[in-house]
């Protein structure tokens, strides 16, 4: 599905820019955002990413097993969502190419095959075990490595039960010393967004930070709590049928005095002299998600600019943000993204930072993909090491911190996305260039 972009003015209008916006202008969530393009997508990703993404990890056939309320984590991306009774997913390379088969229960097998994303769906009668089959059909093929959904370093891919693992390795006898974990596989496949999807969380990105703009205008100095930032921006994802990018409590994290970490906005009235972070995520389609964040200073009495020292603050924030963009290309590691930036920070005389430079985001807020940390931690990340690919996408941050004058600390984290490109890497919206300046309206 090629998705419609709406012009950047036209944006600004739609989004409510213009506070005497009128009832019947109201966004129609279903028609501005259309038919969701997942499962074209979804297709696309099998056929043309699981492919490599198996080569990669040297594997030749991945199982995945789906059932009825305890499903796998990637059950919605091979397409058994649906799930009743067992059914079981398999992905393979042969001599002849890629192919995709599953075997699944009756009740289930003809929505399954009309979908259109598999090879084969064999329908199994009741009675019968899809998972008997299954593994007979590994048996025949004699596959030399069998990747099960078993993983002590990626959540996603650690979706078999223990009782579901026994029942294989059982089944498969000696042959269960083929079997191993996928998470290189689901790493390969999921860091990887196609180019409909990059565009999709561009238009996330852009509204995230948009709404966060438009949510700074209604600051009142004085007044204003950091909650009621963010309920306007809870009310600004109800008109637009979007939902939380990350767990809705801690969804947006606006924060208006000393560093609360992930948190909650708390009721904290917001007043002239203090740096505003709004930490906001919003997931479109129900699938993408974005992670953007933009910071305001309020502005006291006899002000008409940020003091020289918050504005050196956000300028070496900002500065190790560009430094990060710029050690992002395919081939480099994730450490050396958050060691080009982190250089910046020492010259700058920030104070230690805990958090990585940067985070895979696509479909959660924290996505499968190298982690762009581990330069300066306390410990290793081994996705620290893992190499950056085209196509992938990350949420990412230039830091500056220092103490207030009650010895706590504050950051400011200058949070953009952007995706890996050919050469390089490039913004998914455009970046906050300057301080935000909120007036004393007092």
């Known amino acids: 599905m090629k998705i419609k972009f709406i012009s950047y003015i036209f944006l600004f209008i739609l989004i409510g820019c213009n506070s005497g916006k009128k009832e019947e202008d109201a966004i ?3 028609e501005y955002w259309g038919e969701n393009p997942w499962p074209e997508i979804r297709k696309k990703r099998i056929n043309k990413l699981l492919p490599n993404a198996l080569q990669e990890a040297k594997v030749d056939c991945w199982l995945v097993l789906c059932r009825e309320n305890n499903n796998d984590p990637l059950a919605d991306h091979i397409g058994g969502e649906n799930a009743g009774g067992d059914a079981v997913f398999l992905f393979y390379n042969d001599d002849g190419g890629f192919h995709s088969k599953v075997f699944s229960p009756i009740g289930e097998s003809t929505a399954l095959d009309e979908l259109n994303i598999h090879d084969e769906v064999v329908g199994v009668s009741r009675g019968v075990s899809s998972i008997n089959l299954a593994i007979d059909f590994i048996k025949n093929k004699n596959f030399e490595t069998i990747a099960i959904n078993s993983s002590t370093t990626n959540s996603i891919a650690d979706g078999l039960s223990f009782t579901q693992r026994t ?21 390969n496949w999921l860091s990887i967004k196609l180019p409909e999807e990059v565009a999709i969380l561009t238009k996330a990105a852009e509204l995230t930070a948009e709404f966060q703009i438009e949510a700074y205008k209604k600051v009142i100095p004085g007044k204003s709590t950091d909650a009621d930032i963010a309920k306007f921006l809870k009310q600004k994802m109800l008109d637009y049928g979007v939902k939380d990018g990350w767990s809705p409590d801690q969804n947006p994290n606006v924060n208006s005095g000393p560093d609360r970490g992930h948190s909650h906005a708390t009721n904290k009235i917001i007043m002239p002299g203090d740096v505003i972070q709004i930490d906001f995520g919003i997931k479109v389609y129900d699938r993408w998600v974005s992670d ?71 479909y959660v807020a924290h996505d499968v993909g190298p982690n762009l940390g581990g330069s300066q931690s306390t410990h290793v990340r081994p996705a620290s090491e893992k190499r950056l690919k085209q196509g992938m996408t990350f949420a990412f941050d230039g830091f500056h911190a220092w103490k207030l004058s009650d010895t706590t600390l504050k950051t400011i984290s200058v949070e953009e996305m952007a995706v890996v490109t050919k050469d390089g890497a490039r913004y998914l919206t455009q970046p906050q260039e300057n301080l935000i300046l909120i007036p004393n309206k007092n």
């Open 28 to 30: 129609i969530p279903s």
């Open 167 to 187: 029942q294989i390795e059982s089944l498969l006898g000696k042959d269960s010393k083929k079997l191993i974990s996928s998470s290189e596989l689901v790493y």
């Open 292 to 362: 953007i964040q933009r910071f305001a200073y309020v502005l006291k009495n006899d002000e008409l600019k940020a003091p020289e020292n918050i504005q050196f603050y956000w300028d070496s924030g900002k500065a190790g943000n560009r430094a990060a963009l710029s050690a992002m290309k395919p081939g480099v590691r994730g450490v050396d993204v958050d060691k080009a930036q982190r250089i910046l920070m020492k010259k700058a005389k920030s104070e230690f930072v805990m958090w990585s430079t940067g985070h895979p985001v696509g």
